[in-house]
C-alpha cells in the first residue's frame, strides 16, 4: 500500500516523539506506535479513508499512552535516558530532559497528553478531540496545565543532583 | 476595556480567541502597559515551556521498517475448516468400525485399522464442509480399501 508507506514514513519521527514523551521510555513508545500504525495499516486496507492522517495518528497514540499509562498505574522508568544517547548530549542538557520528564510524570495522563500536544504545536480544538476536554475549556486547562507542570520543575524534592 | 484575565491570556497568544475579540484585545494592550507587560512575560513562558517539552524527544529518529500482518481471515476459517472436517473425520471412522465389526473382535482389529488421508485434498475455504468433497479410504486387517465420500 503506497498511501500507506507514504504516511509511515511521514510521521513516524512526529508520532514516536510524541510516545516517547507520554511515556518516558523510548521501548514502551516504539511499542505503542507500532500498534498505532498496525491500526491505521488495517483500516486502510479495509478500504476506509482517513480523512486527517496526522490528527488520527496523534489521537490515537495518546489514547494509547493514556490507556497503558492507566493500566500501569504510574509514569515508568522516568529516570532511564534513551540508552546510546547519552554521549551526544551536554550533561546540562540530560539533566533538563530528565527533570522535565519527571515533571510530566507528575501531571495526570491528559494532563500529559495537553502538555506534549502543546509542545507540538497543536490546536485547541485537536487537544480537545484527542483528550475529551470541551473546546471552551481547553485554555483554562492548558494554561492550568502548564502551571502545574511549571511548579514540578521547580520542586526541588526532586532535584536529582 | 477591563483588564484581560489569566485564561484569556493564554488563549490569545496560541491565537485562539475569535477575530473579533483579538481585536479587542490588541487595542487593549495598546493602551494598558500592565496587560501589555503581562501578555509579553506569558509569551515568552509559553515558548519556553514548549522548548522544554520538546527537548525530552529531540533526537533524529530512526524509522523502522513497517512488517504488514499476514492476512488472517481466510486462513483462520480454513483452520476452522480442517478441524471440523477432520473430527467428522474420526466419528465416521468410529462409527465404520463399530458397523463392520460390533462385536468381540474390536479391539485386536482396532490396532490394524488405517485411515489413509489424501494430503493434496483441495480445501476451498468458501464452501460448506458438506461441499468439500472429503474422501476415507479404510483399510482392514484382511486388506481391503472401503472408501467413504463426506457428503
Ligand atoms: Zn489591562
Redo the contacts between chains.
Sequence with gaps: ?KA??QL??KH??TV??VA??ML?D?DEA?DVV?EV??TL??TMEKGMVVEYPLSWLYRTTLNKCIDKQKYNGRFQKLETA?EG?VE?QSIE?QE??IR??RA?GKLKPVERAL??M????L??KEMAEATGIRFSS???T??RT?KK??AE?KNKKYELY | MSCIDEDLIQQYIDEEVQAEESERITRHLAVCPGCAKLVAERRQWALSMKRMIREVADEPVVVPPFVAPAKSVPLGSLRKRLVLALSAACLLAFFVLHWNHPSAEKSAIEDELTILQHSDWPVDANQPFSQQGLQINLIDPEGNVTGYVLE
Aim: charge should be positive; avoid cysteine.
Design positions: 500500500m500507506f508507506d509511515y514514513q513516524y519521527p514516536f516523539r516517547v514523551k518516558g523510548s516504539a507500532q500504525f498496525l495499516f488495517q534513551p544517547q551526544f542538557k533538563t530532559r522535565v520528564q510530566l502538555a506534549v502543546y509542545s507540538e504545536s490546536s485547541y481547553v485554555g483554562k492548558l494554561s502548564l507542570l511549571e520543575l
